[in-house]
């Protein structure tokens, strides 16, 4: 299953290795870049870069097989698996990663695809929701939007979503902390800039979950703002919070055009 | 006096005047405090929303300490986004200025403002107010109504600066 990624990625990996991030600035990022929109991954380091382009290489495909494991295993009252529902997620959970948060009626706003699994497992299959940062629910989600790998991110922020997605985007926009900064001043502000040893990126959403060498595992892209609102010693929100999946709704829409690379690999 | 909520008119000092309708006392000095609860922080003085002409302690700050204060990243943490003149220290930020030369380019009065709050002379700016503990939204547990540096550290810091000549 991870082969045909391998041979995709090999011709890019072998013009970009060697070079720094700082000499391919404003140049050709191929798939990882879309006109000013660049992903992450084009922020990493090289080495970074490598573990990514080799699936063999990367730990958080270990998350994604066990999430495979997980898709066709029965639990819960209803003694069902995702697999008795959806079938091959090949074909079923296609494009799921790229327009996900999508708006849910039922709970009358949108819902990311960790509170998507959530509540397909305690309406269908009965079972207990997972936690968040679980390596049961980080493996489903890593294997569900890896089946939208490469698929541009496209959410819609239309109709009923709109209040939400503009909630999102005046988080974005807020200050917070008690250094007082909002995520533009990283993000938009300065990205392509060394914020002591790091290169700040633009800070999409595209990649998550992802493996990040300084967490040594794999983790949520909540965990991933919770860690960037404590660095600016500001109380996190929750995960699963609407708050965060109203902002995770703005970084989607703010990164639409880029492919959905999850499960990727960051310094 | 100064509460918190009016700490947003003083950011370019002028709008003060009216409100406190001394105009004519203060000229072109506006009076601030970088706390609501004013007896903890130290009121000081914006002048033209560029200057803080005096001494947040009165007394004339230690290079030596500042210098330790600027590079600690626990307090100052300025080679986050500034490159300076301290060889020993790896991975110097590039996100404001180079500090090299800084107190050319500047007073000791216009050091202090962009310690204490750079949003007087930049409002959009990214780099944090050193000398501000209310008005902030969210703040992390136990950090609450504290300021990042002293005021003993802000003026150890800014006598630092001063000695950063071309």
Same mark, same amino acid.
């Given at each position: 299953?991870?082969?045909?990624?391998?041979?995709?990625?090999?011709?890019?990996?072998?013009?970009?290795?060697?070079?720094?991030?700082?000499?391919?600035?404003?140049?050709?990022?191929?798939?990882?870049?879309?006109?000013?929109?660049?992903?992450?991954?084009?922020?990493?380091?090289?080495?970074?870069?490598?573990?990514?382009?080799?699936?063999?290489?990367?730990?958080?495909?270990?998350?994604?097989?066990?999430?495979?494991?997980?898709?066709?295993?029965?639990?819960?009252?209803?003694?069902?698996?995702?697999?008795?529902?959806?079938?091959?997620?090949?074909?079923?959970?296609?494009?799921?990663?790229?327009?996900?948060?999508?708006?849910?009626?039922?709970?009358?706003?949108?819902?990311?695809?960790?509170?998507?699994?959530?509540?397909?497992?305690?309406?269908?299959?009965?079972?207990? !929701?997972?936690? #968040?940062? @679980?390596? =049961?629910?980080?493996?489903?989600?890593? +294997?569900?939007?890896?089946?939208? $790998?490469?698929? *541009?991110?496209?959410?819609?922020?239309?109709?009923?979503?709109?209040?939400?997605?503009?909630?999102?985007?005046?988080?974005?926009?807020?200050?917070?902390?008690?250094?007082?900064?909002?995520?533009?001043?990283?993000?938009?502000?300065?990205?392509?800039?060394?914020?002591?040893?790091?290169?700040?990126?633009?800070?999409?959403?595209?990649?998550?979950?992802?493996?990040?060498?300084?967490?040594?595992?794999?983790?949520?892209?909540?965990?991933?703002?919770?860690?960037?609102?404590?660095?600016?010693?500001?109380? !996190?929100?929750? #995960?699963? @919070?609407? =708050?965060?999946?109203?902002?995770?709704? +703005?970084?989607?829409?703010?990164? $639409?055009?880029? *492919?959905?690379?999850?499960?990727?690999?960051?310094? | 006096?100064?509460?918190?909520?009016?700490?947003?008119?003083?950011?370019?000092?002028?709008?003060?005047?009216?409100?406190?309708?001394?105009?004519?006392?203060?000229?072109?000095?506006?009076?601030?405090?970088?706390?609501?609860?004013?007896?903890?922080?130290?009121?000081?003085?914006?002048?033209?929303?560029?200057?803080?002409?005096?001494?947040?302690?009165?007394?004339?700050?230690?290079?030596?300490?500042?210098?330790?204060?600027?590079?600690?990243?626990?307090?100052?943490?300025?080679?986050?986004?500034?490159?300076?003149?301290?060889?020993?220290?790896?991975?110097?930020?590039?996100?404001?200025?180079?500090?090299?030369?800084?107190?050319?380019?500047?007073?000791?009065?216009?050091?202090?403002?962009?310690?204490?709050?750079?949003?007087?002379?930049?409002?959009?700016?990214?780099?944090?107010?050193?000398?501000?503990?209310?008005?902030?939204?969210?703040?992390?547990?136990?950090?609450?109504?504290?300021?990042?540096?002293?005021?003993?550290?802000?003026?150890?810091?800014?006598?630092?600066?001063?000695?950063?000549?071309?």
């Amino acid at each position: 299953m991870h082969v045909k990624i391998l041979i995709g990625t090999a011709a890019a990996t072998a013009v970009l290795a060697g070079f720094s991030s700082a000499a391919l600035t404003g140049g050709e990022w191929g798939k990882y870049q879309v006109g000013d929109l660049r992903s992450g991954y084009t922020y990493a380091a090289p080495e970074t870069r490598a573990i990514q382009d080799d699936d063999f290489e990367n730990p958080a495909m270990l998350a994604l097989d066990y999430g495979a494991e997980l898709w066709s295993m029965k639990d819960g009252d209803a003694n069902k698996s995702c697999a008795d529902c959806h079938n091959d997620a090949e074909d079923s959970m296609k494009g799921v990663g790229a327009r996900y948060p999508a708006f849910y009626e039922p709970w009358d706003k949108p819902i990311n695809v960790e509170l998507r699994i959530n509540e397909c497992r305690e309406n269908n299959m009965k079972a207990k !929701p997972w936690k #968040y940062e @679980s390596r =049961e629910m980080l493996g489903m989600t890593s +294997y569900v939007k890896y089946q939208s $790998r490469d698929m *541009p991110v496209n959410v819609d922020i239309g109709g009923p979503s709109t209040p939400f997605f503009q909630k999102g985007k005046a988080f974005y926009y807020e200050r917070r902390g008690q250094l007082d900064l909002a995520c533009k001043h990283c993000h938009e502000d300065n990205s392509g800039n060394m914020i002591r040893a790091n290169l700040l990126s633009q800070g999409q959403s595209n990649g998550f979950p992802t493996y990040r060498l300084k967490w040594q595992g794999v983790g949520s892209l909540h965990r991933r703002f919770r860690g960037c609102n404590s660095q600016v010693r500001s109380t !996190p929100f929750g #995960y699963g @919070s609407d =708050e965060y999946v109203n902002l995770e709704l +703005y970084l989607a829409w703010r990164g $639409r055009g880029l *492919p959905v690379e999850s499960p990727s690999v960051r310094n | 006096m100064f509460s918190g909520e009016r700490e947003e008119t003083l950011r370019t000092g002028r709008y003060l005047i009216p409100i406190l309708g001394i105009a004519g006392l203060l000229a072109a000095f506006a009076l601030a405090s970088g706390d609501a609860r004013a007896e903890e922080l130290a009121k000081f003085m914006v002048k033209d929303g560029n200057s803080i002409p005096q001494s947040l302690t009165g007394r004339p700050g230690t290079p030596e300490n500042g210098r330790k204060v600027a590079i600690d990243r626990k307090k100052g943490n300025c080679l986050a986004c500034h490159a300076m003149p301290v060889p020993e220290q790896p991975f110097h930020g590039a996100v404001g200025p180079d500090l090299a030369g800084v107190g050319s380019r500047y007073d000791a009065g216009e050091l202090r403002l962009r310690i204490v709050n750079p949003k007087y002379a930049n409002p959009d700016t990214i780099m944090p107010a050193f000398y501000k503990a209310n008005g902030l939204h969210r703040v992390l547990k136990g950090f609450e109504g504290k300021s990042l540096l002293s005021a003993e550290e802000v003026e150890d810091v800014v006598a630092y600066l001063v000695t950063l000549k071309e």
